[in-house]
């Protein structure tokens, strides 16, 4: 999500769940080709397992943005084809790619070229796309059935489909993300049609029991913007969903020491102010007695002068009630 997880957001979120699979926000292959290859590229190694999701719809572009994402070492090298933004949409890629199924392939076969070892005995870096299950007023499942298999057939063998049109007028994103409505039996039926392929759901998932119920139909479940406003919902996911004998975390305010320990850290190694890492955590007490203070003094301007220690202790003064 642009501007929302990068690497401090994934830092938080793993203290959360270790073996949940990250992703990075978007990153155009102009970006890459032209700007600080390093401010998107890097990351901490312990956000692995991580994914780098990509903006871009010209092959040689997209097969030269994965070469860098084999070198720097990320787990999967995702397409996005279901951003609706009129500024992704000026740039030609974005959900305006599932109308041109055929250059997503190409571009899809140009990745995985690009994501072969370059030592034997290595493991090739997956190529993975996210999209929409129609554009605009397409609702037919035959739009969507074949565009995925258009893609399977260049060797895309993971698909995360976020279940809901993207409109590519008319609509802003933040509109597009309640209207049109969902429809979930769509993406349970390619899971259906194709089973050999993996086939993730996303859209307006909220509840670990949603998760739990859409799991008996596709393979995997994909959260986005709940995951990001309502953390702690994480804080069970290794050991409900992977069968981990533990979580992370034991408690919310070990997740928020943790990161006041980074905060410190990143100043000290980036002189990365602490006001853009405690963003990402405002959600953390989310429904407890006292958030509203807390989350009052992480975003108090007037102590961005201060160390995040300080901060901690004018946030605790009125503490949230424990987990």
Not at 117 to 134: D, F, M, N, W
Not at 170 to 191: A, D, I, M
Not at 203 to 209: A, H, L, R, S, Y
Request: with cysteine; charged share 25%.
């Amino acid at each position: 999500m642009l501007d929302w997880t990068d690497r401090h957001c994934r830092h938080f979120h793993r203290q959360l769940t270790r073996q949940t699979r990250l992703y990075t926000e978007m990153v155009t292959t102009g970006a890459l080709r032209f700007g600080d290859q390093a401010r998107h590229l890097d990351y901490g190694a312990e956000e692995h397992p991580l994914a780098l999701q990509l903006g871009g719809s010209e092959p040689e572009e997209l097969a030269h943005a994965t070469r860098l994402a084999r070198q720097w070492g990320y787990d999967e090298v995702n397409l996005n084809c279901g951003c609706p933004s009129e500024r992704v949409q000026r740039g030609a890629f974005g959900a305006c790619l599932m109308a041109e199924a055929l250059l997503v392939a190409d571009c899809v076969r140009a990745m995985r070229e690009a994501a072969e070892p370059s030592q034997a005995g290595q493991a090739a870096l997956p190529v993975t796309v996210k999209h929409r299950i129609g554009i605009d007023k397409e609702e037919s499942y035959a739009f969507v059935r074949d565009f995925v298999g258009t893609v399977a057939e260049a060797g895309c063998e993971v698909f995360i489909v976020h279940a809901r049109n993207a409109w590519l007028k008319g609509l802003s994103p933040k509109e597009n993300r309640e209207v049109p409505p969902l429809r979930y039996e769509l993406v349970y039926q390619l899971k259906r049609e194709f089973p050999q392929l993996t086939i993730v759901l996303n859209g307006g998932v909220k509840t670990n029991e949603e998760i739990a119920a859409h799991l008996a139909h596709v393979d995997g479940v994909m959260v986005g913007r709940e995951a990001y406003h309502n953390p702690w919902l994480m804080a069970d996911w290794d050991t409900r969903f992977w069968g981990e004998a533990a979580d992370p975390a034991s408690d919310r305010d070990a997740v928020e020491q943790a990161m006041v320990r980074y905060m410190a850290e990143r100043h000290a190694a980036a002189a990365t102010p602490w006001a853009h890492i405690a963003r990402h955590m405002l959600g953390l007490h989310n429904g407890l007695s006292g958030a509203r203070r807390w989350r009052q003094a992480w975003s108090d301007h007037r102590l961005k002068g201060e160390p995040p220690e300080s901060v901690y202790r004018h946030a605790h003064r009125g503490a949230p009630a424990a987990a």
